[in-house]
Structures are given as structure tokens and as C-alpha cells.
């Protein structure tokens, strides 16, 4: 099986080409610079891995290079600036897509905008098949089905408390770039709050769709401290990618995304000079040795409390197998034509069960 992986050759891109060999499929690398694909496959330790260049503005080309291949895992960030263009070429060629993004608004708009030209072609569309973007949906999912009220294809509950816990760990010059990028957007866009405010609140809709991650928002309200088995952590409200994709399956008044407030500090202070400083491919041994860990917590309709957690290590590592994953379920399993969170397109508890046999552990517990 052909997996087409777009923007090869970068750092996330030749992971996910590594991994997809690994795998036993058969990688293809698209991007832009053939040099840096070959020099990537070669890295990968795929030198005989086909290559094929495309630019972003080709789209029959990119089309074409995706067109006999079971999925494309689009890497090539930041989302916000280059995203669209990919997901068209993956529409025109009917291949099933997956991204890498963690950015929140490409999120939406892929969700949002792409839905009905998903279904004709017949193909999913799966964004944020990352660490953080698909362990926390998918946790979210298992939370909101412990203490729903409802019965059946779509849990309800009242709130739900999407966070990432990692501390000041790891970030490639792509992660640091694409921050820059978002907050460039929003600053050009003059967003208004609502937008950037990582609350949802989802009114009345009873089957999962595009429209239930359109829906409004919200006071930014809520407690800034997690309680965790270590300790109390400090967070802030930001936007992480299960405040557009947890309303997609979950009837919730309001999603709360947020991060450790020392790492919010830190994205904060990224601008276009600092983002040259970080380095394009994190250490190795640091990257090896970081952890990560999504928390999840619903509270249901009645006041009912559940709580999950979902954890592992080398969080660019885990992005690959985690991307190459559900090119694979998408592929071989299949999955609804249309864009679909993670937790649509997989099965929550089979897929984090998958990920155990990479050092993953998950638990879902009454809060
Ligand atoms: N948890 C998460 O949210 C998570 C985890 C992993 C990765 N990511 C995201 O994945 C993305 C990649 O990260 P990374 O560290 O791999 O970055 P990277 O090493 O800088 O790679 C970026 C890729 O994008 C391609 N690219 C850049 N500009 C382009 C253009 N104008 N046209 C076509 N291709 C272009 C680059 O192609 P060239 O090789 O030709 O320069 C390269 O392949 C980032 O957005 C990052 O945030 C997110």
C-alpha cells in the first residue's frame, strides 16, 4: 500500500516517511525541493523511496502525485499559511487526508469547509492526527460516554475540560514557526475574541457535523489550576485543536482547552526572530527522553464527573505513528466520506489500545 506523505522533507515529514516504512507500506514523498526529499528518504532510511515534486501552486501536479496512493499524511506547516491547497489536491486525486496540524482555526476550516466536497469525492478527511490533537479527542470522547445522559451516536454532557500537560519540553523551528503564524493571522485578521477564545458553546444540534464546530462561544472564564496526581497545575485558557474537534461528536455546552501556563509564557514570546533560533530538528536524546500527557474531563447534564488520561513519550515520534495509524484504519478499515474528527473517524478505545505498543498508557476514571 502506497502512503503519500506531503511536505517529506521536513522533520515531521521524515519521521512519518520512517515510520510509514516501518509499517511495511510504501512510502511516497511529495514536496517542493527534490534535494530535501532524497536527503530526507535517505534519513528515513527509504533511499529507494520514490519521490515526487510539486509545488503548492501545482495543484494538478500534487493531485496527480497523490492520485495512486491509499492516503496522503500532509506535514508541510505551518497549516495556517500552506494547509488548503494540500487538502484540494487530496480531494481531486479522491485520496483519503490526514495533516499534522496543531493549529486550531486550519483545524475549523478544514472541518467546516471542506465537509460536502469530501463526501462527493468519497474520502475522509481526518486533520490533527498529532499527539496532543487526536489522544485528546479521542480521550474526550471515552469522558463525555462515561457520564452522558444520552444513549447512542452522540454522547451529552455539560462541559468538558480538554489539557495538555506537558511542561517546557521539546519544539521544532516548524512547531515555533506555525505559533508565529497563527498569531500573525489573527493579528492581521483582527480576530475577534470569540474566535481565539478556545470555548465553544454547541447549541442543539443533535447529529455530528460540520455545523456543531461553527457554533459560538463564550465567557473565558474557569478555573486556571488542573488538579493532577503530582500536584496542582497552573494552566491557561489557548486554543488546542479538541476545542473544534471534540463539539463535532460531543453535545457540550462548552469545551475549555488548555495548556500549562509556563508553556503559554512561552508561546508568547515567539516572534519571527526568536523562531530562527530554535532548532530545525530537536535533540534526539531530549526528544526521546520528553513526555506528554492529554487530560480529559467531563462533567454530565446531572453533575456526574469522569476523567481520563492518555500518556507517552517523544511527542514528534508519536505524531508519525499516530498519522500513519489512521492512514492505515482509513485505508484498510475505512471510515465516512466527509471531514471527521479523529474520534469519528476511529474507534477512541481501539486506537489509544494501539498505541500502547509504543510505551501509550490511557485511563478513563470517575473524577
Ligand atoms: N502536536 C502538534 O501539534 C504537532 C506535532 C508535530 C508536527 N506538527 C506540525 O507539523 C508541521 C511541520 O513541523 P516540522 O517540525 O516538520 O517543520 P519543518 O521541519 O519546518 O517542515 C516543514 C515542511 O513544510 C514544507 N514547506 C514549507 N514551506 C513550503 C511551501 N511554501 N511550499 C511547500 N512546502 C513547504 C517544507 O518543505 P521543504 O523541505 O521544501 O522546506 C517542509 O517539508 C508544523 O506545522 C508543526 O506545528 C504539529
Not at 58 to 87: H, K, M, R, S, Y
Request: net charge negative; with cysteine.
Amino acid at each position: 500500500m502506497r502512503i503519500a506523505v506531503h511536505g517529506a522533507g521536513g522533520f515531521t515529514g521524515r519521521l512519518t516517511v520512517a515510520e510509514v516504512r516501518r509499517r511495511g507500506f510504501t512510502p511516497v514523498l511529495v514536496g517542493r525541493n527534490e534535494e530535501r526529499l532524497r536527503r530526507s528518504a535517505a534519513a528515513a532510511g527509504a533511499w529507494d523511496a520514490e519521490v515526487r515534486v510539486a509545488g503548492l501552486a501545482e495543484g494538478e501536479a500534487l493531485a496527480a502525485a497523490f492520485a495512486d496512493c491509499a492516503a496522503v499524511i500532509n506535514c508541510a506547516g505551518p497549516f495556517t499559511v500552506l494547509g488548503q491547497p494540500v487538502v484540494r489536491a487530496a480531494l481531486a486525486a479522491r485520496t483519503h487526508y490526514l495533516d499534522t496540524a496543531g493549529e486550531e482555526g486550519f483545524i475549523r476550516e478544514v472541518l467546516d469547509g471542506f465537509h460536502e466536497e469530501a463526501v462527493r469525492a468519497g474520502v475522509a478527511v481526518v486533520p490533527a492526527m498529532t499527539d496532543d490533537g487526536a489522544p485528546g479527542d479521542l480521550i474526550a470522547r471515552l469522558v463525555a460516554e462515561r457520564v452522558s445522559a444520552a444513549a447512542g451516536l452522540v454522547p451529552e454532557v455539560a462541559e468538558i475540560l480538554v489539557a495538555d500537560l506537558r511542561g517546557r519540553g521539546v519544539a521544532s523551528r516548524g512547531t515555533a514557526r506555525s505559533m508565529v503564524a497563527v498569531s500573525e493571522r489573527a493579528a492581521s485578521e483582527r480576530v475577534v475574541p470569540e474566535r481565539v477564545v478556545p470555548e465553544r458553546e454547541v447549541l442543539g444540534k443533535d447529529v455530528p457535523g460540520p455545523e456543531m464546530s461553527r457554533r459560538g462561544v463564550v465567557d473565558g472564564g474557569g478555573p486556571s489550576v488542573v488538579d493532577t496526581e503530582e500536584g496542582p497545575v497552573d494552566v491557561e485558557a489557548f486554543a488546542l485543536p479538541g476545542a473544534v474537534t471534540v463539539p463535532r461528536h460531543v453535545r457540550v455546552r462548552r469545551v475549555r482547552t488548555v495548556i500549562r501556563a509556563e508553556v503559554a509564557a512561552l508561546f508568547a514570546a515567539l516572534t519571527p526572530d526568536v523562531v530562527d533560533s530554535v532548532p530545525e530538528i530537536p535533540d534526539e536524546a531530549a526528544r526521546a527522553a520528553s513526555r506528554w500527557l492529554m487530560l480529559a474531563e467531563a462533567t454530565g447534564t446531572g453533575g456526574g464527573r469522569a476523567r481520563g488520561w492518555v500518556t507517552g513519550s517523544d511527542a514528534y515520534g508519536m505524531t508519525a505513528v499516530i498519522a500513519v495509524e489512521g492512514a492505515r484504519r482509513l485505508a484498510e478499515d475505512g471510515a465516512p466520506a466527509g471531514t471527521l474528527a479523529p474520534a469519528q473517524a476511529f474507534d477512541p478505545a481501539g486506537f489509544l489500545d494501539q498505541l500502547t505498543t509504543h510505551g501509550v498508557t490511557w485511563q478513563v476514571t470517575p473524577a
